[in-house]
């Protein structure tokens, strides 16, 4: 359905002040905003929207800004879920192996690729960054990965515990 931007400085009656569908069609399923800069990445697809949220009421298209998470070969991969960490879009892999693939989006009207890690042994699920290292959700186990050179991404270690470790 797209994206509905909600006015909530009265937490008790939000306002919907917007709503943005995408044409050819985005299965919106995860919305990242870091400074003026909106990341919509698509529901277990391979596309993704950046948009400029400067007026946070009215956001609009980037030109140039739709672009698709692929490997090191170009490649078009499903992610299970992105994310946003200062000038990277981040990617969880979905299925033929896990990993992370790493968009850099310094300049949101060229996103280009930057890096990857496959994991041919997993089945990716959400990924979250933080000062270096990017933490993935593989279904059967989580792994850790070195991102200080997000073009020269290295696995340190996996976990394992009973149950689902798409999180």
């Not at 943005?20 to 990341?39: D, K, N, Q, Y």
């Not at 697809?45 to 609009?60: H, N, R």
């Not at 299970?80 to 990993?99: C, P, Q, T, V, W």
Request: aromatic share 10%; hydrophobic share 35%.
């Amino acid at each position: 359905n797209g994206i509905y931007v909600m006015n909530v400085e009265d937490p008790h009656e939000p306002e919907l002040v917007h709503t943005m569908t995408f044409s050819p069609e985005l299965r919106a399923g995860g919305v990242f905003v870091l400074g003026t800069l909106m990341l919509v990445t698509s529901a277990e697809g391979t596309e993704s929207v950046l948009l400029d949220v400067s007026t946070p009421d009215s956001p609009q298209l980037i030109a140039g800004g739709r672009f698709e998470s692929v490997d090191a070969k170009g490649e078009s991969w499903e992610a299970y879920h992105g994310n946003i960490a200062g000038d990277m879009a981040l990617y969880a892999r979905k299925e033929g192996g896990s990993g992370v693939m790493v968009v850099d989006i310094s300049d949101p009207s060229q996103p280009t690729y930057m890096g990857d890690y496959h994991n041919p042994s997993g089945n990716g699920g959400y990924v979250f960054y933080d000062e270096g290292y990017a933490f993935v959700g593989e279904s059967d186990f989580a792994s850790v990965y070195d991102m200080r050179d997000p073009t020269n991404i290295t696995m340190l270690g996996q976990g394992y515990l009973a149950g689902d470790l798409d999180t």
